[in-house]
């Protein structure tokens, strides 16, 4: 059975870095991308960075510059730096895996999330 399961979350000053850490375990077939997503309070879940086989990474402009997404494929694990943080990248954060099976079906997998707050 695989899983998500994200560390490194907690409360921070503003202008302060966190680093979020997923580790994935069990096998999963097919996965294209890694990502790391965010839920605010009354707000939709959006994307914030997203790795891509090949090494290829995607942000949300809000973060560009102060987020850094990495992903070490023998650790089965993905990382995202947080620098200069803000009072608005409070949110829930998950991590994300998803790819297509052997027989074609996409997929997501979700980790449990982990809470980011910045104090102003």
């Known amino acids: 059975q695989v899983q998500l399961v994200e560390s490194g979350g907690g409360l921070v000053q503003a202008g302060g870095s966190l680093r979020l850490s997923c580790a994935r375990s069990?096998?999963?077939?097919?996965?294209?991308?890694m990502g790391w997503y965010r839920q605010a309070p009354g707000k939709q879940r959006e994307l914030v960075a997203v790795?891509?086989?090949?090494?290829?990474?995607n942000y949300a402009d809000s973060v560009k510059g102060r987020f850094t997404i990495s992903r070490d494929n023998a650790k089965n694990t993905v990382d995202l730096q947080m620098n200069s943080l803000k009072p608005e990248d409070t949110a829930v954060y998950y991590c994300?895996?998803?790819?297509?099976?052997?027989?074609?079906?996409?997929?997501?997998?979700w980790g449990q999330g982990t809470q980011v707050t910045v104090s102003s």
């Open positions: 994300n895996a998803r790819g297509r099976n052997t027989l074609g079906f996409g997929y997501d997998y």
């Open positions: 069990g096998s999963i077939f097919g996965i294209n991308a």
């Open positions: 790795i891509i086989n090949g090494g290829t990474t």
